[in-house]
């Protein structure tokens, strides 16, 4: 709580304690500005959060080197995702993203009791799609991520986790830049590995606690999303309107902050 998150939607930086952020598939439509005031030397409309320096020596800069070290990769990300939907240019995708508008969470999920979460009585991560162009993800080897079948809506396979690999997720923004030939990634977070419990007199059997860290990639604020020419023709026009990543952002940060 020496970082905390800001108050309302806008500003997605800082510590989100448990129950904080409702995360659902929700889009709001577009009300009044957001009031929360943001100043920064390095990026106005989201500053960041930092733990006093005496609490956690070195965080600020091992985080911040490692920040733009995942940008390193989702650069190479981008570059081959342009060539795979069949764009000239390999560094199209770059131009809308400088890398200040990402985000890196580091996410905790502790135990839970396992029988509650298996009835829905409570959740971990609702099923949802992220905001952005693309999601790197690092997860332990504990479980619990789940994709949906793009083939069967409302059936989840689990994304394994692999030995120094990295999950790649679609995010809204590239969907809607690809004209959906990428779909984003309803994913959810759920049962992991059964924790031993803690004695054998009736005690709830409690799950493992989960840590994983997403690197969500997002385009700068300004940036306008509109359907691409390669993934458009007379028979399948563009499904969706320009928009810019910052009216998209608030649209979807009203359903998460209330």
Known sequence: MLAPHPPG???HRGYSWPGLEKVSQTIYAD???????????????????WLPEDVLPGFREFTTRFYWRCFD????????????????????????????NNQLRLLHYPPVERERLARNEIARMPAHSDWGTITILFQDAGGGLQVEDPNQQGHFVDATPI???????VGDLLM???????????????LPTLAPSQDSGGEPSMTAPRYSIPYFVSPDPTAV??????????????????????????????????
């Open 9 to 11: 939607p806008s500003v």
């Open 31 to 49: 009300g009044e500005e957001d009031k929360q005031a943001a100043s920064s030397e390095d990026f106005a409309q989201q500053p960041n959060v």
């Open 73 to 100: 990769a989702a650069k190479e990300l981008l570059r081959a995702l342009a060539l795979g939907i069949g764009l000239d240019d390999e560094d199209f995708f770059l131009r809308f993203h400088s890398g200040v």
């Open 163 to 169: 030995a120094n690999a990295l999950v790649m997720n």
């Open 176 to 190: 809607r830049w690809s004209n959906d030939y990428l779909k984003s990634t309803l994913h959810r977070v759920t």
């Open 225 to 258: 999303i509109e359907c691409l020419s390669a993934c458009t023709d007379a028979q399948n026009p563009p499904r969706y309107p320009p928009v810019t990543q910052e009216e998209y952002r608030k649209v979807r940060a009203r359903g998460q902050y209330l």
